[in-house]
């Protein structure tokens, strides 16, 4: 068979060779050991959890090495696309802090334009690229058409379909697929000829030269040494209308643009032995691999599950909404990356977790276990270090958008606002009351007339007559400006003089003496002023509130007691 001839037959407007591609994208200039990255989606909706993963390794590696990140967009995959995903992924993943150095950027205007020397960065812009690429292996007999007349193709479709269903006898299936692909091989160019005068579509499949009895050592720099059979299916290069493949795509793609290190999910560590394949026809020198374990959370039996899409927590904009700030999300995708992280962290807690040297060698080799509790805790170890007005910032962006009646409370008085924040902030043991900024409102609504309602009743276990009384000898003695002494040392007064304990040694020494004890005293007036149990410090709180409207809560409760 004269290949030369076929290649031209089927890429008669194809004029450029793999030479001619090799000059348009030359070798990177880097220093020794600069690794360089990508982060390839199909954008086909939104960034999913799983997804930052990858991203945030590839980020870390180039930047913390001095070489290049880049995004390439693979939108192969018509059918697959959203209008506007792209676009969204971009702004997503800037939120948190995977930038990249070159590939598809966002411009001005917000559309998607290139940025760096070895675009296109969209696959479907690279069409012809790739048509070089493979109508050399059709020169090399490494590849070679498969026609189908769309009546074919059809049938071909409900056939998958059927056998989907059947899935009974492997062995028989398997070997009748090896039958039907090796017959493809067979043709002869009066074929060919015949095929594209009639303008039928066809497929580029490769020539698989491998013998599955044979195996391959290969390491994977997270799973480390593998082994896999070579390939030995004739799988599709191009498909009918000249697009690639994933898998020639990504050979193609990640040499012409200097990729050292393939990090992906391990979804793809199964494709492998067509990469090693597909590599090594084009010439290409084979880049390193990382392919990373998939997430998985706990379902309701404590079994291990894979976080699917329609989980809570798979979105990224699941975050958003529920008001995690960024910098907590990366933290955790660190720990749950990284099983020293927390370890450096304890002793660099000034330092960003960019400063943090990443290691590929602590990476976890099974899949990590995502659990909304530890995202809390580092979350709320981050909001309470942050100093008030920052809060305050951060919390009035997530609340105009999420919470609009909320973010208008804070933006009318910002300095009480930022008083509130700074309850309990600064020195060794802050107070961790926020790992949300969704959980501001409930924490600290009360401090707003519209928002205060009485959530929790008084404690269990007292003479309505006492809190009464309670309330109203409060009333009573109260005066704004008292000190933070002055005004306990008056509760305490209140205490004796109901026959609660004043004193906590007196009151666990001899209990029964007692009808109770000071901080049920303080109990009675904290809910009768905020409405809840559990609130900051109550005299600070009165501070904020203010007399006028301290002393009508402490009315009001005692009308309606
Ligand atoms: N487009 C592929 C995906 O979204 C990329 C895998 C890779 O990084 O090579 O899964």
Not at 47 to 71: C, D, I, K, N
Not at 107 to 132: F, L, M, N
Not at 271 to 280: A, D, E, G, I, T
Not at 302 to 329: F, H, I, Q, W
Request: proline letters at 4%.
């Amino acid at each position: 068979m004269d290949y030369n001839h076929l290649a031209e037959l089927l890429f008669p407007n194809i004029t450029e060779t793999p030479e001619d591609m090799e000059k348009r994208f030359p070798r990177r200039e880097l220093p020794e050991g600069a690794v360089v990255s990508r982060f390839a989606p199909s954008p086909t909706g939104f960034v999913h959890f799983g997804g930052l993963f990858p991203s945030t390794v590839a980020e870390r590696l180039a930047h913390q090495s001095g070489g290049v990140f880049y995004l390439r967009i693979e939108d192969t995959d018509a059918k697959r696309e959203v209008e506007g995903a792209a676009e969204g992924l971009i702004k997503t993943l800037a939120t948190y802090g995977i930038n990249f150095d070159e590939g598809a950027i966002l411009d001005e205007s917000g559309k998607i334009s290139d940025k760096g020397a070895y675009g296109p960065y969209k696959q479907s812009k690279r069409g012809a690229i790739y048509q070089t690429f493979a109508k050399q292996l059709v020169r090399e007999g490494k590849a070679y058409p498969c026609f189908s007349t769309e009546e074919e193709l059809d049938e071909l479709a409900q056939i998958n379909k059927k056998e989907e269903i059947k899935n009974t006898d492997w062995q028989a299936e398997a070997e009748s697929r090896r039958a039907k692909m090796l017959a493809q091989r067979n043709f002869t160019m009066e074929e060919v000829e015949a095929h594209l005068a009639q303008g039928h579509p066809f497929v580029v499949r490769i020539l698989a030269g491998g013998d599955a009895e044979k195996k391959i050592k290969f390491t994977d720099l997270v799973k480390g040494t593998i082994e896999f059979p070579e390939n030995d299916e004739d799988f599709v290069l191009l498909k009918s209308d000249g697009i690639p493949t994933y898998h020639f795509a990504h050979a193609v793609d990640d040499h012409l643009m200097g990729t050292t290190h393939v990090i992906r999910g391990e979804e793809w560590l199964p494709s492998l032995p067509k990469h090693v394949q597909l590599f090594s026809y084009l010439g290409f020198k084979l880049p390193k691999y990382m392919h990373i374990a998939q997430i998985m959370r706990l379902d309701e039996n404590g079994n291990k599950k894979k976080l699917s899409k329609r989980d809570m927590g798979a979105n990224m904009d699941d975050y958003t909404r529920m008001g995690y700030c960024p910098e907590a999300v990366c933290e955790y995708v660190m720990t749950l990356l990284n099983s020293n992280y927390e370890e450096w962290h304890a002793k660099n807690m000034d330092k960003p977790y960019t400063a943090f040297p990443f290691s590929v060698k602590k990476m976890s080799v099974s899949g990590c276990l995502f659990d909304f509790n530890k995202l809390n805790d580092v979350s709320k170890n981050i909001l309470s270090r942050m100093t008030a007005e920052e809060v305050y910032e951060k919390l009035s962006l997530w609340a105009n958008e999420f919470d609009p009646e909320f973010g208008k409370a804070l933006a009318e008085d910002k300095e009480k606002a930022v008083k509130i924040l700074a309850i309990g902030r600064g020195g060794k043991k802050p107070r961790k009351d926020l790992a949300t900024w969704a959980d501001a409102k409930p924490y600290m609504g009360f401090f707003y007339d519209e928002f205060f309602k009485m959530e929790d009743s008084y404690p269990a276990g007292f003479e309505c007559d006492d809190i009464k009384k309670t309330l109203a000898s409060f009333l009573e003695t109260y005066n704004y400006a008292d000190d933070m002494n002055t005004w306990f040392g008056k509760v305490k007064a209140i205490a004796e003089s109901l026959g609660f304990a004043s004193d906590m040694k007196a009151y666990k020494a001899n209990p029964e003496a007692y009808k109770g004890n000071v901080a049920d005293i303080s109990a009675f007036i904290r809910v009768a002023v905020t409405g809840k149990q559990n609130a900051p410090d109550l005299y600070t709180v009165m501070q904020i509130i203010g007399e006028d409207k301290t002393r009508a809560r402490i009315e009001s409760a005692i009308a309606s007691l």
